[in-house]
């Protein structure tokens, strides 16, 4: 079955210090992950998607598929990363349903 | 990225009653999904809405209770019918712009209360 894991459900750090969130995975197929973030009053979006390799407000993701774990991390966290992060996966036929994690909601301490 | 609207934003209903939730998006998109975000839950996908025929429906979740429209590539409508306080939740819309495409975008969510 096609799984999502956050093991935190709350994660606080001080400005400055590194962030990661964690994300495991369990899915037969190829996976593809994302990770969307709600910040504050705010509607879900997509922060970043494992295909693109990219950095997106200085937060990376790598996908470890030996480990099953797609990680978010930024090596010093800023005041407005406080918000709420999902890890997502895409399943099914065209890899078109989204299978969410349980979230985890990061405070940065000023 | 496509600009997705929904109303109502919240609402608060009473118990046996129904609510349509609408969908609106600025531009043709080919998938659209509606999910249920339960009070500190994550988000878990009702059904596909497909346009022309009938909406695909995730396990646990039947047209009987979820009725979905969709009408054209621009919008669609969820029904909540006969609800109960269990039914309380947001729920929202999101769009795909091509099949094969997995990044999907949101719309901002309806908040429902039943009292």
């Known amino acids: 079955a096609q799984r999502v894991t956050q093991p935190e459900k709350l994660l606080s750090v001080f400005k400055g210090a590194p962030v990661e969130l964690k994300c495991n995975y369990s899915y037969s197929g190829s996976p593809e992950l994302f990770w969307y973030v709600q910040y504050s009053r705010q509607r879900l979006q997509l922060l970043l998607r494992h295909i693109s390799r990219e950095s997106i407000k200085g937060f990376t993701a790598d996908l470890n598929k030996g480990e099953t774990s797609f990680h978010l991390k930024k090596p010093f966290a800023q005041e407005e990363d406080s918000a709420m992060y999902y890890c997502a996966l895409s399943v099914g036929q065209g890899a078109q349903k989204l299978v969410f994690g349980q979230g985890t909601r990061l405070t940065i301490n000023p | ?115």
Not at chain 2, 15 to 25: A, D, F, K, P
Not at chain 2, 48 to 67: C, L, R
Request: aromatic residues 10%; hydrophobic residues 35%.
């Open chain 2, 1 to 115: 990225s496509a600009v997705i609207s929904q109303k109502p934003s919240r609402d608060i209903c009473q118990r046996g009653t129904s609510l349509t939730i609408q969908c609106q998006v600025d531009s043709q998109v080919t998938m659209m999904f509606w999910y249920r975000q339960q009070p500190g839950q994550s988000l878990t996908l009702i059904a596909t809405a497909n346009q022309g025929s009938e909406a695909t429906y995730e396990s646990g979740f039947v047209i009987d209770k979820f009725p979905i429209s969709r009408p054209n590539l621009t919008f669609s409508t969820l029904t909540v019918s006969n609800m109960s306080p269990e039914d309380s939740s947001i729920y929202l819309c999101s769009v795909a712009q091509a099949f094969g495409l997995s990044e999907q975008y949101f719309g901002p969510g309806t908040r429902l209360t039943v009292t």
